[in-house]
């Protein structure tokens, strides 16, 4: 089945330490994005990629880094200056008109 | 730039009650909007798109929504509530203007508990 997959499921670290979320996809998209989902919030736009090894800063990219080496990769990097990341995280793709846009199930990010 | 509004963070119905989901959006262009449902822990699924053709739009389990370019509206509704439709709800618009991918642009949620 084509999809995306996000990993793991939930993730618990330490503070001041940078944790790297992954997301693969096998639906052959171009566009790929990260959001961040807090309660009462909505999703906000962390960073999108439209091709690879190109990416652009959402709405709320700093403390956050991406890679996009590989069309199914895109990565996203939580670093010790997110003064607040716990959160759940949600990876995207876009497939065009056509396909539209497919959302992985999710990471859930709990800094202790 | 694009926006969303949703009114209501929490909406209460009973079960076999009508569904009505507010959304208000703010676009300088036509907008290209969408109604996602996403249960705990999960991702989010497509309801429903507006792609500037017929603005009486129906998606799945038997949710529709009108687009009313008068009112900047795009509400959710569905006429008779179920137990498993208890979820969160978002409404989205698209800043995509080409086949190449677009941002989308969220609202804040809302939450829809439904009562025996």
């Known amino acids: 089945d084509g999809g995306i997959t996000q990993s793991p499921k939930y993730l618990f670290r330490k503070e001041g330490q940078n944790v790297t979320l992954s997301c693969e996809q096998n639906l052959n998209h171009d566009a790929m994005y990260w959001y961040r989902q807090d309660p009462g919030q909505g999703l906000r736009l962390i960073y999108y990629?439209?091709?690879?090894?190109?990416?652009q800063k959402g709405d709320i990219a700093e403390g956050y880094s991406v890679s996009r080496e590989k069309k199914e990769s895109f990565p996203l990097t939580v670093t010790s200056a997110q003064k607040n990341p716990t959160a759940f995280y949600l990876c995207?793709?876009?497939?065009?008109?056509?396909?539209?846009?497919?959302f992985g199930s999710g990471t859930r990010l709990t800094v202790v | 730039a694009q926006s969303v509004t949703q009114l209501g963070s929490h909406v209460s119905v009973s079960e076999g009650a009508l569904v009505l989901l507010r959304c208000n959006y703010s676009?300088?262009?036509?907008?290209?909007l969408f109604w996602y449902v996403q249960y705990p822990n999960q991702g989010l699924q497509l309801l429903l798109k507006y792609t500037s053709a017929a603005t009486l739009v129906k998606g799945i389990n038997g949710f529709e929504a009108e687009f009313k370019k008068s009112e900047t509206s795009f509400h959710l509704t569905k006429p008779s509530a179920h137990m498993s439709d208890a979820a969160e709800y978002f409404c989205?618009?698209?800043?995509?203007?080409?086949?190449?991918?677009?941002?989308?642009?969220f609202g804040q949620g809302t939450e829809l508990s439904v009562k025996p």
């Open positions: 989205a618009v698209s800043d995509q203007r080409n086949n190449q991918g677009g941002k989308l642009i």
């Open positions: 990629s439209q091709i690879v090894n190109d990416f």
């Open positions: 676009s300088s262009v036509p907008p290209y």
């Open positions: 995207a793709t876009n497939g065009g008109w056509t396909y539209g846009y497919t």
